[in-house]
């Protein structure tokens, strides 16, 4: 059982760059799924994440407007489009099974369960 982050790279700032989760050995539509990153020398913080059928969303302050994450329970993936990137967005991204989504929710927070390896998103000219 696995979950695996792709897409990251080296994109200049104001460019896009789409990350996928991709799971193996899961069913990924039991669950909510986030992503989280995490920078040089700072804390992990829960950047967005979307309930079992993509019905709520959640994104912490800094991406909102800039990040979508959506999925497709058929290819047993979840996605986050990152536009508009900035220097600050640079760190590894990692993909984990959370605690439920709701229209209540206020923090991404992993369940304990699955951590996908992570993903190294470098915003830089």
């Known amino acids: 059982v696995q979950l695996q982050a792709y897409g990251g790279g080296l994109v200049q700032p104001g460019g896009s760059l789409r990350l996928s989760c991709v799971a193996s050995?899961?069913?990924?539509?039991?669950?909510?799924i986030g992503w989280f990153r995490q920078a040089p020398g700072k804390e992990r913080e829960g950047v967005s994440c979307?309930?079992?059928?993509?019905?709520?969303?959640y994104y912490v302050d800094s991406v909102r407007g800039r990040f979508t994450i959506s999925r497709d329970n058929a290819k047993n993936t979840v996605y986050l489009q990152m536009n508009s990137l900035k220097p600050e967005d640079t760190a590894v991204y990692y993909c984990a099974t959370v605690t439920p989504v709701t229209i209540m929710t206020t923090l991404c927070a992993s369940d304990n369960g699955y951590w996908g390896q992570g993903t190294l998103v470098t915003v830089s000219s």
């Open positions: 050995g899961l069913i990924l539509d039991y669950y909510s």
């Open positions: 979307i309930s079992r059928t993509d019905a709520s969303t």
